[in-house]
Every structure is written in C-alpha cells, then in structure tokens.
C-alpha cells in the first residue's frame, strides 16, 4: 500500500485526468446500457429445451395463457344452438382486435376440458404472440371488451398470471433506477453528515456516484462479451447502481475516517494519506476480495441469470475499492483538509459510546452471546419453514377487476391451475387426439386440450395444453407436471413458463451445497491469511451462515406470512418467496457482511498486537469502528431499502431480504456476538500453527507463539494507552 499510495501522490494530476475520463464517458454510455439488457434465462433442463422448440413454431404458447371466463346466460348451456353463434362472433372478435394472439376455445376444438361444470360456461385461453412476452392487463383489458362487444349477452371476465401479479404491486407506474439512486443517495448523505459534520460528508458520497457510473460502464462493456446463453438480465441494472452506491460509500468512509484520525494525531497531510492507505486501505482491498468472492461464486450456478448477476456483481466490490484506493487518496490529498469544514465532529477519539458498550459486552460476555445466538437461532428456525415457489394466484392479488376473474374462474368449476396450463409439443399432430385422452385420465388433470384452426399445424406438429388441478410452480403444484410427463409418448417435449421455473428451482437449489462450500472455504482461508488466526475465521464463516439463515427467516415472516407487507407495500403476502432470491442474498449479503468483520477484526489485532491484551484489542477494535460500521450499515440500509421499491417481485423480495440482513449483521453480529465471542475464546483467537501459517505464506511471528500471561476474565478492563475517549 505504501508504494501505491506514493505512486497516487506522485501523479495526482495523471490519476485525476484519468478518472475524469472514465467518468465522462460513463456518463455518455450509461443511458444505453438498459437497451443492452436482455430478460430471459438459458438453462440446461426439459422444460427450457421444450419451450425452444415450441417458441420455434407457436411463439409465446411457452408463456402462461390469459383466461377469459365466458357465463351464459341462463337456461343456455354450450349445446344450445343460439349459443354456438355467439362463441363464434366472440372467436371472431378477439381475432380481429388481437390478431397476433393464439387463442384455444371451445368454439374451434369442442374440447370438454374447456367447459364448467352444469355446461353454463366455457373458457377461451390466449397466448402471446413471442415467447417472453407477458399476457398483460391491457392484453386482458383488450380482449375481455372485445368478447363483451361481440356477444353481449354473455358474462365476460378477464384474468392472468401476469395481470394478478400486476393487481399486487404497488401503484405508481414503473419504478426508475434514478429515482432509486436519488432516494438511496439522499439518505446515505444524512448519515454522512451525522458521521462527519462537515463538507467532507459529499467527499464518500462523490466517489460512490463515480464508482456507479463506472459499473454501469463496465456492465455495458460486458453485455458485448458475454455469450449469446448468457445474457445479462435488467435486475443487474438495479443491483449494481444501489448496492455499488452502498459499497463504495462504505469503503469511501473507511479511508476518509482514517485519513481523519491520522490528521488529528497531528501528521501532516500526505502523511496521513499514506497511514490511511496503509491501515484503512488494506482493510478495504481485502474486503473488496472477499465481498467480490460472494458475488463471483454465483457462476457456479447453472442458471445464465444467475451467472450474469455474478460476472456482473463482481464490478460492484472491485469498482468500488479501486476507486476508493486510487482516485479517494488523491482528493483527500489536494483537498481534504479545505473540505474537513466546519468540522463539527471531533475525530482521532474512540466513541465513548462504544467504548461502553464494549466493556459492557465483555462483561457480560456470556449474556450477549446466548442473546445474540438465540436471536440469529429463531430467526434461522424460521427459514426452516421457507418456500421457495411460485406465489398462488390467490395471493397476488386480493381485489380487483382480474381478482374477480379468478373468482369467475373457480365458481365455474374450473381450477386456478388453469392460468398455469402447461402445453406439449407433439412432433405428429395426428398423435395429438390419443395423447389428449390418456391426459384427460390423469388424476392430477382437469383435463387437456388439442388445439386447432389457423396457426395451431405448422410443420405437421400439434400442441396439447393439459390443465392440471393445481398450480405448477407452486407450494401446491402436487405431481401434476411429473405426470404429464409420464403420460405423454417419447418425443413429446413438455413445457410452459410454470414448468421451466420448476426446473428452475431444482437445478439452482441443486448447485446450492457446490456454491456454499465454495464461498466458506475459500473466505476461511482469506481470512486466515489476513488475521492470522484460525478460530477468527472459522467463527467469521459460521457467524455469516447463520446471519444470512436469519435474513432469510426475516424474509420468511414478511413475504411468505405477510407480516408487514400491508404497511410497507400495500399488499398481501406472496405466501412464498421468489425462486433466485434465497440463492443471490447468499452471494450478495455474505460478502458484504464480511466487510463489517474485517472492518472491525482489522482494528482488533491491531490493538492486540500493540498491547498485547485480547480485551483491550477489543475495546479498540469497537469503539473505532461502532459508529462507523454503524454508519456504513445505515447506509447500505437505505440503498437498499430504495430499491426494494421496485415494481418487480424477484428484485423487491432481493433487497428487502439484504436490506433486513444487513442491518441484522451489524447489529446483533458485529457489535454484539463479534466482541462477546471474541471475549469469550480469549487467547485461543490468535492460534496460528506452524505448519497452517507455512502454507498460507504468513511470515514468521512471534505473536502465532505467544500465549497471554493472564486469562481474558482476570486482566482489569483498562483504557488504551494513548487513547483520548470523544463523545460519540
């Protein structure tokens, strides 16, 4: 760090003009980088080769269909022959008003799976035009009025997947990522300002706008190099601008509060860049490893969504440390002390607050440990209980015109299983009527359908649509999907929206244990390279496990139960949690969490290895670092909380899930377990064998050897020496 940092001062100008550069152009290119951005997801499974090959000949029959619900009127059954003209007139209709819609009804194909119970109703399914496009509510809204205009003596409902999902957002039209910024800027700033009380405040905040025009750049740049099998998807743009502006705020402040001390210790200001590099800077590009490591382990997954959010998340952490050790340094250096005005924050004092605190922790070390572990231990039995599926459709939405749809829907005798059809691509179309018989004896099947007319025979080929009892893709999907696929012949390919997310869930969960083990081992032995200790790591893995394990019980409580979803959304709960979510909170918060740990432990050995006191390096380590991990949790909390605004189920339930991780991390983890844990282990922190340092490449230290004179209980609680106490 020494060299790096009187390289930087040596060539302030050259640094500057090149992140200058960097910046302008980031600026230029950063509106395009959402056109570059694909949805979508390639992965290796039945269910994705099936809707390949059926979105080659029918387009969007691979999506869930939208449902009109058709009532008679009374006495009319769908055998009487006025009704016949009218289920025609309503065919022609919806043809006219949407031509690119694939319809299936009762009026083309006669299929008793179309009809309700009593013969009072039918239904009519429409599929989109091209695979990816949704039946949306003004798809729905469109076709509901064109029925109601062709055949007015007919109750016309309207409803979908899509439309349902749609009825359970919260209203104000399509979120914005600078919007999002903005929100989550302004709050970080707040914090800044109660951290330094001067116009230093701006100085974490400027690095982070920089570093997060840089990502946007860099994630431009890569949507031209990765693979056509993995694109990057349009949830990255919003994961990268808020949780890059977190990280880099974060890293930003760990610098300038050295810097800071430095300065009050009365060394000039070079010289106190160079400390701060040197102590701060270290801590930062370890963490920035760390946290990169979390992201980029999520390529292991098999899911090219997933892939793309890890190559593109590893640019969050290393965007943000390379700014924070090259371009910060050279600022804080030209104008850090003009900007250190009017200074109404002390700085070189550890936080009396935290001080107390420390020693109060150490006290009752026991307590806090069986306290915090009992914390993090419920909310981890509650992620026991997790359910990783498709929300019901009777949760997404509990009011409304497509609510009333639904209702429709099932009051007719039909199942709610019927917006999740699931189509099969038959390669003969004249197996297609054999087929849909041995469906329609399928237990778990209402029935199933060959539809026809124009559009439906290309190639010689036939879709048949099953529509199975309960939902695919749910809590409640029963075997209905494992049984189609059993009953349909060899060569049949069964597929559908519902189906692939099935087959979603299953290939990233079974990846899941490969990522865990990756991320623990390779993060153990970082850590222990870096704190040269082996009990300091091992309880940092352990402790982040169990801290992303309660994350996901807080997830559990809010979107599967519904506790407080009311409040902060205006929605019922999902009464599941979204399928990626579990998979990229565990890539994401591990890593990040881990910053606070080095943050603090850094400061810890350094106390301890100035003292020799394994309570007195924990006194340093907490009342230097409270409020500033308290801080820079606070502010991560509120990028965070700024995204889980957006009107997207999967990125709303990965914030929320971070943002409640993170401020559970800092809290019970770092300022809690972390000191009394530490306490409590004494000199066995510093263990470090021989052979374990050799092959590590840890230089020789008598410190590995040495044992504490006194056990941690015995030795007085006592002041650092040298060390003023400030208010916090």
């Known amino acids: 760090m020494d060299k790096i940092s009187g390289f930087l001062l040596r060539h302030r100008g050259l640094v500057g003009l090149a992140w200058l550069v960097i910046t302008v152009v980031g600026v230029v290119l950063a509106p395009s980088v959402s056109g570059r951005l694909q949805s979508g997801v390639h992965v290796n499974t039945a269910a994705y080769n099936a809707n390949v090959q059926i979105a080659k000949q029918y387009g969007g029959v691979t999506e869930d269909p939208g449902v009109l619900v058709l009532n008679l009127p009374a006495g009319q059954t769908v055998t009487s022959p006025q009704t016949a003209a009218e289920l025609r007139a309503v065919d022609a209709a919806l043809a006219k008003a949407a031509p690119d819609v694939r319809t299936v009804s009762y009026a083309a194909t006669g299929s008793p799976a179309l009809v309700g119970t009593g013969g009072s109703s039918t239904i009519v399914l429409a599929y989109p035009p091209h695979q990816g496009d949704d039946v949306s509510t003004a798809v729905v809204d469109q076709l509901t009025a064109a029925a109601k205009a062709a055949a007015p003596g007919l109750t016309v409902h309207g409803t979908s997947e899509k439309a349902l999902e749609a009825g359970n957002q919260s209203s104000g039209g399509n979120s914005s990522v600078l919007g999002e910024l903005l929100i989550g800027a302004i709050g970080a700033l707040v914090v800044l300002a109660w951290v330094f009380g001067s116009f230093l405040a701006f100085l974490p905040l400027i690095m982070a706008l920089i570093s997060v025009l840089t990502m946007q750049l860099l994630i431009y740049a890569l949507t031209y190099v990765m693979p056509a099998s993995s694109p990057i998807a349009p949830a990255v743009q919003y994961i990268v601008a808020l949780l890059g502006l977190g990280l880099s705020i974060d890293y930003s402040l760990l610098v300038v509060n050295r810097w800071r001390e430095e300065r009050a210790a009365g060394r000039s200001n070079d010289e106190a860049v160079r400390v701060a590099m040197r102590r701060a800077g270290h801590s930062v590009w370890f963490s920035g490893i760390v946290a990169s490591l979390g992201l980029f382990a999520l390529t292991v997954v098999p899911n090219s969504l997933v892939r793309g959010i890890g190559v593109s998340g590893l640019f969050i952490p290393s965007t943000a440390t390379l700014v924070a050790l090259t371009l910060l340094p050279v600022v804080l250096s030209k104008i850090g002390p003009r900007v250190d005005w009017p200074r109404r924050k002390k700085s070189g004092s550890a936080s009396r607050f935290w001080s107390a605190w420390s020693h109060g922790v150490i006290k009752h070390r026991v307590a806090a440990a069986v306290l915090g572990l009992g914390i993090l231990g419920a909310l981890a039995g509650t992620a026991a209980t997790i359910n990783i599926a498709q929300p019901t459709t009777g949760a997404l939405a509990s009011s409304g015109a497509y609510t009333d749809g639904l209702h429709a829907l099932t009051a007719d005798g039909f199942p709610s299983g019927t917006l999740t059809a699931v189509p099969s691509w038959v390669p003969d179309a004249t197996r297609a009527p054999s ?281 007085p609680i006592t002041e650092l020496s040298g060390t003023p106490t400030g208010k916090d």
């Open 435 to 715: 087929i849909v018989t041995s469906l329609d004896h399928v237990t778990s099947l209402y029935g199933a359908v060959a539809p026809t007319g124009s559009g439906w025979n290309p190639g010689g080929s036939a879709i048949v649509v099953a529509i199975p009892w309960h939902e695919v893709g749910t809590a409640q999907a029963g075997t209905s999907l494992a049984d189609i696929r059993n009953a349909v012949p060899p060569g049949t390919l069964t597929g559908g929206d519902a189906a692939f997310e099935t087959d979603l869930v299953n290939s990233t969960y079974n990846s899941f244990p490969l990522l865990f083990g990756i991320v623990a081992v390779v993060t153990f032995l970082l850590l222990a390279r870096g704190l040269k200790s082996i009990l300091l790591p091992a309880k940092a893995v352990l402790l982040n496990m169990l801290s992303v394990a309660a994350s996901y019980g807080l997830l559990v409580l809010v979107f599967q139960h519904g506790i407080g979803m009311q409040a902060l959304w205006g929605t019922s709960s999902y009464g599941s949690i979204d399928r990626l979510a579990p998979v990229l909170i565990f890539g994401f918060l591990f890593g990040v969490s881990m910053d606070y740990e080095v943050f603090i432990l850094a400061r810890v050995r350094e106390g301890y290895d100035r003292t020799g006191s394994t309570r007195d390096g924990i006194v340093e380590g907490v009342s230097r670092t409270g409020r500033l991990v308290t801080s820079a949790a606070l502010i991560l909390f509120f990028a965070l909380a700024a995204l889980s605004t957006a009107n997207d189920i999967t990125v709303r339930q990965i914030a929320a899930g971070l943002a409640a991780g993170v401020i559970l991390d800092a809290v019970v983890v770092r300022m809690l377990l972390l000191p009394a844990l530490v306490s409590l282990f004494g000199k066995a922190n510093w263990w470090m064998p021989e052979r374990v340092a050799r092959l590590l490449r840890l230089p020789a230290s008598d410190s590995t050897a040495e044992s504490e004179s006194e056990s941690v209980s015995e030795r």
